[in-house]
């Protein structure tokens, strides 16, 4: 009894095509096209590639955000630079629930990132 399972333990196991097809996968199958279904089935939304412009409301922020910033914009559902330029620094900071000091650096953080931006394209 010993002897047969030390025997089974140190033989390769067999190549065959139960395995393969038990796990959805062919010879033929690509790696790209077994990334792309496991993704559909985990929910994923896989687009296509275009060449359309990107709307400026969907670019990336030239500026690094805090934890504290992305927070912010998750509870209030809207851009940073929108609830931190509307109206003043004190409106501000009592809508968000901060201190109007720190809305005034988030300000010139945000302002000194997009001159930085808009005149680094001249350069």
Same mark, same amino acid.
């Given at each position: 009894?010993? #002897?047969? +399972? *030390? @025997? ?12 393969? =097809? &038990?796990?959805? %996968? ?20 896989? #687009?296509? +590639? *275009? @060449? ?12 690094? =955000? &805090?934890?504290? %910033? ?24 009592? @809508? ?28």
């Amino acid at each position: 009894m010993v #002897r047969s +399972l *030390s @025997r089974l333990a140190m033989e390769r196991p067999r190549k065959s095509g139960l395995i393969e =097809k &038990s796990a959805g %996968m062919d010879k033929g199958t690509r790696p790209s096209d077994i990334r792309k279904r496991i993704l559909r089935q985990r929910g994923v939304e896989l #687009r296509k +590639l *275009s @060449r359309k412009p990107i709307p400026i409301a969907d670019l990336p922020a030239p500026y690094p =955000k &805090s934890v504290l %910033m992305k927070l912010i914009e998750l509870k209030f559902r809207d851009k940073l630079d929108n609830l931190i330029f509307t109206g003043t620094i004190y409106e501000a900071g009592r @809508r968000l629930n901060i201190h109007p000091s720190t809305i005034s650096k988030w300000r010139k953080l945000i302002e000194k990132a997009k001159e930085e931006e808009f005149f680094g394209q001249f350069r």
